[in-house]
């Protein structure tokens, strides 16, 4: 008898083989775009970023800051610039004196954020670690 965790298992492995066969070349060249997004929005101040600009929408560079207890106006910089990369955040310069910088998520970066929260909430919900 085929149990229910049986058949998870089975499409569990289904979609890992589908995963790795259709990255094969990425592999090959030693480029992995799913390790480099997950790097760049999996790390302390990434998600930070993420969800802030998830919540907030549009925020300036000292909003952001403000909202993020302990980051670095470097380590922001910084983080912005590796989200703006991988196509997360979208930074908006407007034509004012002095110039004003907008931050905000670009639409696959508020996908991005919908999946981060649903992994986050799954954890805080079945981590033995939190209990």
């Not at 930070?48 to 106006?73: A, P, T």
């Not at 590796?82 to 034509?95: A, N």
Request: net charge positive; hydrophobic share 35%.
């Amino acid at each position: 008898m085929v149990t229910k965790t049986d058949l998870q298992q089975v499409r569990l492995k289904k979609k890992i083989g589908n995963y790795y066969s259709n990255t094969k070349p990425f592999q090959e060249s030693g480029f992995c775009p799913t390790k480099n997004l997950l790097s760049a929005s999996f790390d302390k101040w990434g998600l930070f970023c993420i969800f802030n600009l998830g919540y907030f929408e549009v925020l300036r560079f000292n909003e952001l800051k403000n909202n993020i207890d302990g980051i670095s106006s470097r380590m922001l910089t910084v983080t912005l610039k590796k989200l703006e990369e991988h196509d997360i955040v979208k930074r908006e310069v407007l034509p004012e004196a002095p110039p004003r910088v907008e931050y905000s998520l670009t639409v696959f970066g508020f996908t991005l954020a919908n999946k981060l929260i649903d992994i986050s909430s799954w954890y805080i919900e079945n981590s033995k670690l939190l209990k």
